[in-house]
């Protein structure tokens, strides 16, 4: 790729782009039937910096579902709304180093170990204010909308696909309900949680809303204060031990950024005080993380010395 003057940081991403883009090993999701319609060519990456500059390449305009990504953003909120004393009253902050979906509760407390799998997240989408799904809902999706800085659709077919086929996580918020950690019955959570996951986002929104964690809370483009500073910062922690799921500690060394992954194929990362970073390239590995997006973060980090813990 030519160098584009006015953007260099452009073309560094559009280097990363091509040096992935001839991988073709995982696979899209399928265990949500609807999300198995999506392109695996499709690959794109946007990096918003914390004075609101964005930069672009690839498909980074193309749409797709949410999904897990939106966790840390619903966390933040919740963390926001409550307090990290309430909060951690219902989930963990512990890494559980199992899979999103596993069956999973701290014993003595009943807390999902964090709020990054999804026992955890059940719990996080119930702790928000609302007396229905639909008032939770709605406060998840105008708080999301203040960190992407537009408005966000509902997949209205993946949400149907997610709520057909969606029992493990009912078994996940009925387990937290008779644990006495979910906040709202089990039917209130998991509505609220699959439209949440449902919202659909592009490779821009997800730079911007991390580079709202990264300003500690002001999204950069709008201006906009989402989340105090301390909602911030414990959602960035969160994300540097536990948002990769079983691949955290590996994601860790290899790359050292704070970053959420979802199975619509969407990679959010930041650097504090610096950037937010979102990829999109919908096959997966078998952690459920997208292998193209792993592999853009893991050139960009490596290449351009992002890693958290360098030492200088
Ligand atoms: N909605 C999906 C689920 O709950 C999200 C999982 C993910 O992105 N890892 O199964």
């Not at 014993?107 to 609302?130: F, K, Q, W, Y």
């Not at 204060?225 to 994300?239: F, K, N, P, Q, S």
């Amino acid at each position: 790729m030519a160098v584009d003057l006015r953007d260099p940081l452009r073309s560094v991403l559009g280097s990363i782009l091509d040096e992935v883009r001839d991988r073709t090993d995982g696979e899209v999701a399928s265990y949500i039937p609807e999300l198995a319609k999506a392109d695996p060519r499709a690959l794109g990456i946007a990096l918003a910096s914390t004075h609101g500059v964005v930069h672009e390449a690839g498909d980074s305009a193309v749409e797709f579902t949410i999904q897990s990504v939106s966790k840390p953003f619903v966390f933040a909120l919740a963390l926001d709304a409550l307090g990290l004393e309430e909060v951690t009253r219902h989930v963990g902050l512990e890494p559980s180093g199992e899979p999103f979906n596993a069956i999973s509760l701290d014993e003595a407390s009943g807390r999902p170990l964090n709020p990054m799998i999804n026992a955890g997240a059940i719990v996080t989408s119930s702790l928000i204010p609302g007396d229905t799904a639909d008032e939770k809902f709605a406060r998840i999706r105008a708080g999301l909308q203040a960190f992407a800085g537009r408005e966000l659709d509902v997949d209205e077919a993946v949400f149907a696909s997610e709520a057909a086929t969606g029992d493990r996580n009912r078994a996940l918020a009925y387990l937290t309900r008779s644990a006495g950690t979910l906040a709202s019955t089990a039917e209130i959570a998991t509505t609220a949680y699959f439209r949440q996951c449902s919202l659909t986002v592009t490779a821009r929104d997800l730079a911007i809303m991390a580079a709202t964690l990264a300003t500690g809370g002001v999204n950069p483009v709008t201006g906009e204060r989402v989340v105090g500073e301390d909602a911030a910062r414990w959602t960035t922690a969160v994300m540097t031990s536990c948002g990769m799921y079983d691949a955290s500690g590996d994601w860790l060394v290899r790359v050292g950024l704070p970053a959420k992954s979802g199975v619509g194929g969407g990679i959010v990362a930041l650097q504090p005080g610096q950037f937010g970073i979102g990829t999109f390239s919908p096959p997966l590995d078998a952690r459920g993380n997208s292998v193209r997006g792993v592999a853009m973060l893991e050139a960009l980090s490596s290449q351009s010395g992002l890693h958290l813990l360098r030492h200088r």
